[in-house]
């Protein structure tokens, strides 16, 4: 049976411990404010955006505008961007998506499969199953802006229009609430443009200084807000899944901590009555 001084060192290393967690949930509950609040402000720009350029494909007839970014070729080349953190201590919030992303490269029979990782998880995930990564940005997180995404873009931009990879897909962490990440996979090249039997056209309008010169501006910054969307949604899911995670070891924490000083209360209250009858036993003896 464990000594009173052992269950007191135990509850003092889970108290310890507590702190700890909830310090850790209210880092994350205050970052996930400003994370939270980069994913709504960008929300109606990248709509905006993507129904201008959608409106402008719908307008033109088929090959009479084409961006290099739009066309759609044979895969044989595929790149997946795979968004992880660069810490733990967030539930599944790496472990789903990694896995996501490896049933993605698994169904890609065929093909080949490359790997551009952002966040030290994702890495350290492909390199525990012997699969090397074209680049590592595990640096990304730290200065996480829109120049950050615009340059990640234009590299994955120049590497489809230099034919290295037919198609770019993005498997990250959807923030669909603060109790909720969903690993998603997004296609960011080739830029999806809906056919015009799946868009009403309305009214028209004169395009300055050519329909094809707002094309080839809106395709690039396209790609670049769904990217950099796509980061601030991982970043928020992020912070979402600390918080909760340790919220949830803070209970569980409290809990231990209830059950170890009921359990030291009862182990106390056993050595004093033993104590008691050995002393009540001596005194006996000696009267006898």
């Not at 669909?176 to 090249?189: E, F, G, W």
């Not at 501006?217 to 970043?235: D, G, M, N, Q």
Request: overall charge positive; glycine content about 6%.
């Amino acid at each position: 049976m464990a000594s009173l001084r052992d269950i007191r060192k135990r509850v003092r290393s889970v108290k310890n411990t507590q702190q700890i967690t909830k310090a850790m949930k209210m880092v994350a509950a205050s970052k996930l404010r400003r994370a939270h609040d980069r994913v709504v402000s960008a929300g109606p720009y990248a709509r905006a955006l993507e129904g201008m350029m959608q409106d402008l494909a719908t307008r033109t007839e088929p090959g009479s505008l084409l961006h290099p970014l739009l066309e759609v070729r044979p895969i044989e080349t595929v790149e997946i961007v795979l968004l992880t953190s660069d810490r733990g201590l967030a539930g599944g919030f790496n472990s789903n998506v990694c896995r996501r992303a490896w049933k993605l490269a698994l169904s890609c029979q065929g093909k080949q499969v490359i790997f551009t990782t952002i966040g030290k998880k994702g890495a350290d995930f492909l390199r525990q199953r012997a699969r090397s990564t074209r680049r590592d940005v595990s640096s990304l997180w730290t200065s996480l802006n829109y120049g950050t995404a615009d340059a990640l873009a234009k590299e994955l931009s120049q590497r489809y229009l230099d034919g290295e990879v037919d198609a770019v897909y993005l498997v990250h962490n959807a923030f669909a609430s603060v109790i909720s990440q969903v690993p998603t996979t997004t296609t960011l090249l080739p830029i999806e443009a809906k056919a015009k039997a799946d868009v009403e056209v309305t009214g028209d309008y004169l395009y300055e200084p050519s329909a094809q010169g707002v094309l080839e501006a809106l395709v690039p910054k396209a790609i670049t807000v769904k990217l950099f969307r796509a980061l601030a949604e991982s970043f928020a899911a992020e912070h979402a899944a600390r918080m909760t995670s340790m919220e949830s070891a803070t209970k569980n924490a409290g809990d231990m901590i209830d059950r170890l000083t009921l359990f030291y209360n009862r182990t106390r209250q056993a050595q004093i009555t033993r104590e008691l009858v050995e002393i009540v036993s001596g005194a006996q003896a000696l009267e006898g």
